[in-house]
Nanobody, 119 residues
Framework: QVQLVESGGGLVQAGGSLTLSCAAS????????FAWYRKAPGKQQRDLVA????????AYTGSVEGRFTISRDSAKNTVYLQMSSLIVEDTAVYHC????????????WGQGTQVTVST
């Protein structure tokens, strides 16, 4: 049974940092692509934030480039999203999912973890 459990969200001031974790189980971790998506308040859709491919490549959406870092730890079966220089616009529920080689989600959305950036 595939399980992805997000954690690490919280309230942080603008300019601050936060690291999200995604604990994976029931997955062949090393041959899986993972991504973080987020759903901002008032928005209908979730947006792709960052992708960690099984071959070691990473990719980011333009608005977080240089501020966010996605990483994966095969020993812990965990995917991380290190977020720094946070801005109010980063406020969202963040979700971790498996994705195809084209970044398309393979999983249904879980509860996610709430990140709130205050001024």
């Amino acid at each position: 049974q595939v399980q992805l459990v997000e954690s690490g969200g919280g309230l942080v001031q603008a300019g601050g940092s936060l690291t999200l974790s995604c604990a994976a189980s029931g997955i062949a971790f090393s041959i899986t692509n993972f991504a973080w998506y987020r759903k901002a308040p008032g928005k209908q859709q979730r947006d792709l934030v960052a992708t960690a491919y099984k071959d070691g490549r990473t990719a980011y959406t333009g608005s977080v480039e240089g501020r966010f870092t996605i990483s994966r730890d095969s020993a812990k079966n965990t995917v991380y999203l290190q977020m720094s220089s946070l801005i109010v616009e980063d406020t969202a529920v963040y979700h971790c999912v498996r994705v195809t080689n084209y970044g398309l989600p393979l999983d249904s959305w879980g509860q996610g973890t709430q990140v709130t950036v205050s001024t």
